[in-house]
């Protein structure tokens, strides 16, 4: 064999990883036999995207970082993350992970545990500032309103194309919800700061002015001093009935979790909770947490509860009472009490009514967690069409993801106007998903995935520690062996193996730890072969014009 060949086997991982015993070489060449005026179809590579990274708000390119981890290369693995998603230590806590419910190995056998890699790999970088080409400088400077998710990835997108942004956030500090709604046990403050503290050091082109309300009536005054205005102020208020509205014992759970967030007493001993998503369960949750009573009253079902699936396990497991089917016909103030009456949920012209009265019972506070709702000022705001909106903002309440990936498309839509062209691409949009289907099962071994610990619920109920653990370093890396790596070439070298004209090499990609997979097409036949035994059905057989 020539020096060349011999070189081209350590671009094959099959070999590496043992799946060959033997090499067949044959001790002449093969050159002479110009096969490839037989063929009527000949190979070619078509990767196709995979149903985690489809599934995925922001596109994040899953199967790429997973691949840099399981190679033990984490540092790479955090800067493909962060190119697409600046908050990684934020939404491997929080995110739903769309991306999991997606995944191939679901047909397999588990799911791999993507949020738990993306946690692993946030708090990895927790102390690694963000890296990216510096941009070319402009004299451009984009305001935004708000700090939370949307106007934060807005501001990172922009300031990665050499914009000067100034983020306006009426809060004390960064993060919007983030930081007022969402409970300690589910994200850590510190970890919190740490990610915002690490992301707003990394772009100097980001000035971050907090303390700084932007009422609809200075947007006006602000267009002339900015080339553009994004409107990322959340909905940062719960919406509560009319007839509740002036009753001081009648609270937001959203109000009810930022007084919670910032250390501060709660008054009272017995609470009920009104609403069915997350916003109730943060909320009885952290309720029970500083000692109170707490009950939850919901309209539906609990299979028909908006909440994320492991936030109402967790909950009931707590010992937090939830009635379903159920809603407050009334309620009447009575000394020192709240006198609630409960009835049962009746369905009438397409909504839900007050039916039979179930019960009265007394409480000192009622949380109402039924809705989110935009800041006052900006209810029933005429807003200029010129300034963009981002985030809960723009397309009502969503996920953490959601709001990010609002925010990269609001920065892309503004370097658009600015610069008067076509709006810029954030990720491309692979050619087609390679779903199950594409997978060849039999290259592949049924591994468990790996089982974060929970903090028991008798400890949980004690204090706000974060109640599901991080993974270890080496379970980082056995966990993101199982991903498939779908729709991707991975240069495994099965193709170059049972290639009978031997028309195929593993060569070196530059750039790249890994190689890639180049068609002689002079000796190709057309056989298909390569195509019928690709693991990750990456080769496909095109008609030979």
């Known amino acids: 064999m020539s020096t060349l060949e011999i070189a081209q086997f350590k671009h094959i991982s099959a070999i590496h990883n043992r ?37 995925c708000p922001l596109r994040i390119p899953i199967a790429g970082y997973l691949r840099q981890l399981a190679e033990q290369n984490p540092a790479a693995a955090l800067e493909t993350l962060r190119e697409i998603n600046p908050l990684p230590a934020v939404t491997g806590r929080v995110c739903p992970h769309f991306c999991e419910a997606a995944c191939n190995r679901l047909e397999f056998d588990e799911a791999v545990k993507i949020g738990d ?18 941009a070319p400088e402009t004299d451009l400077k984009v305001a935004v309103v708000g700090a939370g998710p949307a106007g934060l990835a807005a501001a990172v997108f922009l300031a990665r194309r050499g914009v000067a942004v100034e983020i306006f956030e009426r809060g004390q500090e960064a993060g919007g919800l983030l930081a007022s709604a969402i409970p300690a046990y589910r994200l850590p403050r510190d970890i919190l700061r740490n990610e915002l503290d690490n992301l707003l050091s990394s772009y100097p082109a ?48 959203l109000k009810l979790l930022a007084t919670i967030n910032r250390g501060m007493e709660i008054e009272g001993d017995r609470f009920t909770v009104v609403g069915g998503g997350n916003a109730a369960l ?28 492991e936030e109402k396990e967790q909950a009931r497991a ?81 996920t953490v993801a959601e709001a990010l990936a609002s925010g990269r498309k609001a920065a892309a839509q503004v370097w658009s106007r600015l610069n008067d062209c076509p709006v810029p691409s954030e990720t491309g949009e692979p050619l087609g998903i390679a779903d199950f289907t594409r997978v060849h099962p039999d290259y592949f071994h049924p591994r468990p995935a790996v089982r974060p610990n929970l903090l028991p619920a008798r400890e949980r109920r004690a204090g706000f520690a974060e109640i ?4 270890s370093p080496a379970e980082t890396c056995r966990e993101a062996e199982r991903c498939f790596s779908c729709g991707t070439c991975t240069t495994c070298g099965i193709c170059w193996f049972f290639c009978p004209e031997v028309a195929i090499a593993i060569a070196p990609d530059a750039g790249s730890d890994n190689g890639k997979v180049l068609f002689d097409y002079d000796h190709c036949k057309g056989c298909g072969q390569c195509a019928a035994i690709c693991p990750r059905g990456v080769i496909e057989m095109e008609e030979d014009l």
Not at 29 to 50: D, H
Not at 282 to 309: N, Q
Not at 318 to 345: D, F, K, M, S
Request: glycine share 10%; with cysteine.
């Open 117 to 134: 890699l993306e946690r692993w790999l946030g708090d990895f970088g927790l102390d690694r500032p963000h890296r990216f080409a510096p």
């Open 19 to 55: 799946d060959f015993n033997g090499l067949p070489i044959s001790s002449t060449s093969t050159a002479v036999n110009l096969t490839g005026s037989w063929k009527f179809f000949r190979p070619k590579m078509a990767e196709k995207g995979s149903p985690c990274q489809s599934a």
């Open 282 to 309: 943060d909320a009885a949750r952290s309720l029970l947490r500083r000692g109170k009573k707490v009950e939850i009253v919901y309209r539906r079902t609990l299979a028909e509860m908006p909440a994320y699936e």
């Open 318 to 398: 707590e010992g937090i009472t939830i009635h379903q089917e159920t809603v407050v016909g009334g309620l009447e103030n009575r000394g020192e009490n709240l006198q609630l009456t409960l009835c049962r949920a009746q369905k009438e012209n397409g909504g839900i009514v007050a039916g039979e009265v179930l019960r009265r019972e007394d409480c000192d506070i009622l949380v109402v967690a039924i809705g989110q709702q935009a800041a006052d000022g900006y209810l029933q705001a005429k807003l200029p069409e010129t300034i963009l909106r981002a985030g809960d903002f723009a397309h009502g309440a969503a």
């Open 206 to 253: 980001i000035t971050l002015h907090c303390d700084r309300n932007i009422d609809p009536g200075e947007l006006t005054a602000l267009a002339k001093e900015f080339a553009a205005i994004i409107l990322a102020t959340g909905l940062p208020e719960s919406i509560i009935p009319a007839a509740w509205q002036d009753n001081p014992r009648v609270i937001g759970a």
């Open 468 to 471: 599901r653990t991080g993974l």
